[in-house]
């Protein structure tokens, strides 16, 4: 049965890569090696609505993402200020419009290394959530603490808005942050 299956998804792949059904080929490929497949044909669709579309999907649906910033950085890199639009449903837009010009964002962390991530939060409490859910994750043989960043950032520089998943994410180079507080939250 697994022969089948295996063959069958491969197939449908292939031609969903030939017909240039690139969402489907992401919906078809497991979920720890969706971006590999979206950086395989992300040029292109660069700089169009279904790249901000895929971007966004394949970003929503990761776990890891601290697994693979560099590749981020290149996704959100490619992402101008004049189609972030393209990335966000119409009520995570229109939350982004409301935001103010420069306002305060938070992110939760339990390993130092954390503090250069890409996404932040506007709500507190779920920042807090995840630094604990970071500190336990980390592991016995690592050094993990959780801790609550507070910073600041400009709306210009903010790339996105998400609500799905209730987490108010922002996401953010981390150079565009101004962190003005670290509490650790033991």
Not at 10 to 33: M, V, W
Request: charged share 30%.
């Amino acid at each position: 049965m697994n022969h089948y299956r295996y063959k069958f998804k491969k197939q449908k792949l292939e031609e969903y890569l030939a017909s240039g059904d690139y969402s489907g080929a992401i919906a078809l490929t497991e979920r720890p090696y969706r971006l590999d497949r979206f950086m395989d044909f992300m040029d292109d669709v660069a700089g169009t609505e279904e790249f901000c579309k895929l971007a966004a999907d394949v970003w929503i649906d990761s776990e890891n993402i601290h697994r693979n910033l560099d590749e981020w950085r290149e996704v959100w890199s490619m992402v101008g200020s004049s189609n972030r639009e393209w990335l966000h449903d119409d009520q995570e837009w229109e939350a982004f419009q409301s935001l103010p010009e420069h306002f305060e964002i938070y992110r939760g962390i339990g390993v130092e290394g954390a503090v250069r991530g890409l996404s932040w939060t506007t709500d507190v409490d779920k920042a807090r959530w995840f630094a604990d859910r970071n500190a336990n994750l980390a592991g016995v043989d690592i050094d993990a603490e959780p801790i609550l960043l507070t910073g600041t950032v400009n709306k210009s520089d903010v790339i996105a808005y998400f609500l799905q998943r209730g987490e108010s994410e922002i996401v953010v180079l981390p150079e565009k942050v101004e962190l003005i507080r670290r509490e650790s939250l033991f």
